[in-house]
């Protein structure tokens, strides 16, 4: 089991960058395959980036790709989210989730998720 906890949420404006970080506990992280999810008011819970066990592949939502990425340090059990050239439609709440058994883009199919961080961009 792993527990996460994510952080660098918060207010900036479009054009913008902001670091999410997600902590995980245990010591079986690089067993889990990590992903960011994001959720908007009024709006299901979308996929935003996937990263696989070592780091060495990634995949990302065509709405992000090209303005985020996503990495892990396995060693310090920390997953991130670079977010660069925000855009107000980029508000949600940004979710980090762990999957053990494989590298998916499906929010069904992640196994652990935390609490989430706030991220808002104003225009």
Known sequence: QVQLVESGGGLVQAGGSLRLSCAASGRTFSSYVMGWFRQAPGKEREFVAAITWSGSSTT????????????????????????????????????????RTRFTTARAKYDYWGQGTQVTVSS
Do not use: W
């Not at 790709?65 to 990495?71: C, V, Y």
């Not at 060693?75 to 980090?96: I, R």
């Open 60 to 99: 990302y939502a065509n709405s992000v790709k090209g303005r985020f990425t996503i990495s892990r340090d396995n060693a310090k059990n920390m997953v991130f989210l670079q977010m660069n050239s925000l855009k107000p439609e980029d508000t949600a709440v940004y979710y980090c989730a762990a999957d």
